[in-house]
């Protein structure tokens, strides 16, 4: 049976390996020993605020999915609370075991129980499997949605 809970520094390998294991994840991410302290500093960052929860997926004491999910308040909706579903992912050996429809149903029911209005993610353009998998679960792409990375 698969299990969640709130992701801890102890879990970080293990995270980030999910992160890079993907074709898109491979560019962007740094699989590496040690990691990166920025991946320590950002899960500090995510830990420490009430409205982010870092998710990991349990199988058996193993960890085969995670995702972020970020509560924010709007002043649009009458000053309702949404939630950002983020950096989902399940281990490839998982993949088509209904562990990601898990992983969401559950950021679903944390929306609920925030109070949320609405929950909102995107996925690549590239990932048209994800896109169809994330409209079987009853997701619609009603906005088009832009990105521009910045040059630090």
């Keep these: 049976m698969v299990t969640f809970r709130n992701a801890e520094a102890k879990d970080l390998n293990e995270i980030v390996q999910l992160l890079a294991d993907d074709v898109l994840g491979r560019e962007r991410e740094r699989y590496e020993h040690p990691l990166p302290d920025s991946y320590l500093e950002a899960f500090r960052s995510i830990d420490s605020d009430k409205n982010n929860e870092l998710i990991v997926a349990c199988l058996d004491g193993r960890i085969v999915g995670v995702q972020q999910i970020t509560f924010t308040p709007h002043l649009t909706h009458q000053g309702g609370w949404r939630a950002t579903i983020e950096g989902v992912r399940t281990a490839a050996s998982e993949r088509g075991k209904g562990i ?48 521009l990375k910045l040059k630090l």
């Design 100 to 147: 990601g429809s898990k992983l969401i149903q559950y950021a679903i029911e944390r929306a609920k129980e925030r109070g949320c209005h609405i929950i909102q993610l995107t996925t690549d353009k590239k990932r048209a499997n994800t896109l169809r998998f994330y409209e079987r679960l009853g997701f619609t792409a009603t906005h088009e949605g832009l990105k």
